[in-house]
T-cell receptor, first 112, second 117 residues
Framework: GDSVTQMEGPVTLSEEAFLTINCTYT??????LFWYVQYPGEGLQLLLK?????DKGSNKGFEATYRKETTSFHLEKGSVQVSDSAVYFC???????????FGTGTQLKVEL | DADVTQTPRNRITKTGKRIMLECSQT?????MYWYRQDPGLGLRLIYY???????NKGEISDGYSVSRQAQAKFSLSLESAIPNQTALYFC????????????????FGDGTRLSIL
């Protein structure tokens, strides 16, 4: 079945550092890929998405490119801020019935 | 006001009790979902509903039941709670139109933290 693998956290960075959170997936067919962000005490919010190979999703300085050849959707940001501290989930949409398959989440801590 | 509202936000109860978690939405979405979140496991789908007359089991439905009372309301019940159902529960919604189902992002409530002693 479908699955998503994310790098384990927590990831701790200094403000203005470069961020990469790795995400790889296994799926049949042509899934859509998503990154969600969860701030403390809140639900998940859609950060960005890509629906086909080579698409790049971007939002709030974050980017991720749908790489079918490597089955990856790594999240990147050039310069993180303290306010980016949160848990980030990679997710795959596919299969019958709009099911989202989530990775286990990666906690990001950004320090001054 | 939040688009997807979950009540209660926190609940502590005892083993064997019946519990209902409620979700209401003002987004006008047809599709609604219940997930649970556990540390190190991400989110897992419990039940989902594509309209008022459509209810489907997710990957971990045992021990849970749901009711879709209206387009805007979707409740989750634990008939006889047990400690391993202690978790953070999320309700989510997505549109019923506008493209392939798998392309639609889901919109989440703020969660219900449930502790079963």
């Amino acid at each position: 079945g479908d699955s998503v693998t994310q790098m384990e956290g927590p990831v701790t960075l200094s403000e203005e550092a470069f961020l990469t959170i790795n995400c790889t997936y296994t799926a049949t067919g042509y899934p859509s890929l998503f990154w969600y962000v969860q701030y403390p005490g809140e639900g998940l919010q859609l950060l960005l998405k890509a629906t086909k190979a080579d698409d790049k999703g971007s939002n709030k300085g974050f980017e991720a490119t749908y790489r079918k050849e490597t089955t990856s959707f790594h999240l990147e940001k050039g310069s993180v801020q303290v306010s980016d501290s949160a848990v980030y989930f990679c997710a795959l949409g596919g299969g019958g019935g709009n099911k989202l398959t989530f990775g286990t989440g990666t906690q990001l801590k950004v320090e001054l | 006001d939040a688009d997807v509202t979950q009540t209660p936000r926190n609940r502590i109860t005892k083993t064997g009790k019946r519990i209902m978690l409620e979700c209401s939405q003002t987004k006008g979405h047809d599709r609604m979902y219940w997930y649970r979140q556990d540390p190190g496991l991400g989110l897992r789908l419990i039940y989902y509903s594509f309209d008022v007359k459509d209810i489907n089991k997710g990957e971990i439905s045992d021990g849970y039941s749901v009711s879709r009372q209206a387009q805007a309301k979707f409740s989750l019940s634990l008939e006889s709670a047990i400690p391993n159902q202690t978790a953070l529960y999320f309700c989510a919604t997505s549109p019923g139109t506008g493209g392939a189902v798998s392309n639609q992002p889901q919109h989440f409530g703020d969660g219900t933290r449930l502790s079963i002693l």
